[in-house]
């Protein structure tokens, strides 16, 4: 592509000489067909030596450029939609492969690519464009939406329903049964799950991560959200849009998510709880109560406010300092008790 056209396509103004290029690369390794870019000043004293052909950076930095700049207010995200355009998709496969099988009940657009070892049950539903890779497992009575790619071995037991654009990694499983048990006289009763998983558009789930059916109704997960790899959301659990879930969260049965929700690695959500919109759970973090929205967490097992956290984790270092400074103090305390009682033995 040249620099010109690739102005056009993100709304961006080029400064300096055109040229073509052909891929996209980090400022340190990016060659003369390359663009790269840069977003955190951290690395601006990479501008002066890269190789690059062009770079997409901000006012501030473009004078450090020795190349051709295209100008952005957002260079990570004005990279990101060049990487968009110029990424080769993953699989090569197209048409609709003999050795998978559709059930003679399952409804399959013409143009959905379906490669060999596919299983695609009785009642199923994949709409236009959507991709399917092989081992993939569409159980009966699923629907899968417009433009979504499926990768190998992701699982959608029955009655999953997932939108259009959903982008689902290898190793998923949607709709396996929910950690429901009765306590019985004689041990643990199971509880049928009889639900269902709703995913909306616009959801990528990465690899090996698991969202569990409903007991009763839907387990769904909100529009525009990104799912980590190695997440379990248990049943019921209800995720708002354009929410982001980091690997090997695990959130508890019927909790509750809101809107633009942040849950870092190995946050853990405990059932029947409320996170309010926009609130950010920082790494490790524990939530064993409802949240009101905005609210910043971080810490281990509970949580505590952001800000307390951030000052209890500065204070830790500190702590064997402080220690024999009370000791000392309590000794100097000690002193001066004593010398008191020696200079007034009655206490008065």
């Known amino acids: 592509m040249l620099l010109t056209d690739i102005a056009q396509r993100l709304g961006l103004t080029l400064v300096g000489q055109d040229r073509e290029i052909t891929g996209v690369n980090t400022l340190a390794d990016a060659g003369p067909q390359d663009v790269s870019f840069l977003a955190n000043p951290k690395y601006a004293d990479q501008v002066a030596t890269t190789r690059a052909g062009a770079i997409i950076t901000d006012e501030v930095h473009a004078k450090?450029?020795?190349c051709p700049v295209l100008v952005s207010a957002?260079?990570?995200?004005d990279f990101a939609r060049l990487v968009q355009i110029m990424a080769k998709p993953l699989g090569r496969f197209s048409g609709q492969s003999d050795k998978a099988f559709i059930h003679p009940g399952a409804t399959v657009h013409p143009s959905v690519a379906i490669a060999p070892f596919v299983y695609i049950g009785d009642g199923a539903?994949?709409?236009?464009?959507?991709?399917?890779?092989?081992?993939v497992h569409v159980g009966e009575d699923c629907r899968i939406g417009k433009n979504c790619t499926i990768y190998?071995?992701?699982?959608?037991?029955?009655?999953t329903l997932v939108g259009d654009k959903v982008i689902?990694?290898?190793g998923v499983v949607l709709g396996s049964d929910g950690f429901g048990f009765a306590q019985a006289a004689q041990g643990l009763e199971k509880f049928p799950q009889i639900g269902r998983v709703v995913i909306e558009d616009n959801v990528e789930i990465g690899a090996n991560t698991t969202i569990d059916r409903a007991a009763l109704g839907e387990t769904r997960i909100g529009r525009g959200t990104k799912i980590d790899n190695l997440v379990q959301i248990g049943h019921n659990v209800q995720v708002g849009e354009?929410?982001?879930?980091v690997a090997q969260v695990g959130i508890a049965g019927s909790a509750n998510l809101g809107k633009n929700v942040v849950l870092a690695g190995q946050v853990g959500v405990a059932g029947h709880l409320t996170i309010g919109d926009g609130c950010r759970v920082a790494a490790k973090g524990g939530i064993h109560a409802s949240v009101p929205p905005g609210t910043d967490l971080g810490g281990g097992l509970p949580s505590i406010e952001y800000r307390q956290y951030l000052k209890t984790v500065a204070t830790i270092?500190?702590?064997?300092?402080?220690s024999k400074r009370l000791r000392r103090?309590?000794?100097?305390?000690?002193r001066l008790r004593e010398a008191c009682q020696q200079d007034n033995p009655s206490g008065t």
């Open 125 to 135: 539903q994949v709409d236009a464009g959507t991709r399917l890779f092989p081992h």
């Open 64 to 66: 450090l450029a020795p």
């Open 329 to 334: 103090l309590e000794k100097e305390l000690a």
């Open 74 to 77: 957002q260079p990570y995200l």
């Open 242 to 245: 354009n929410s982001i879930i």
């Open 317 to 322: 270092p500190k702590l064997p300092e402080m």
């Open 168 to 170: 689902l990694h290898a």
């Open 152 to 159: 190998p071995r992701v699982t959608l037991m029955d009655g």
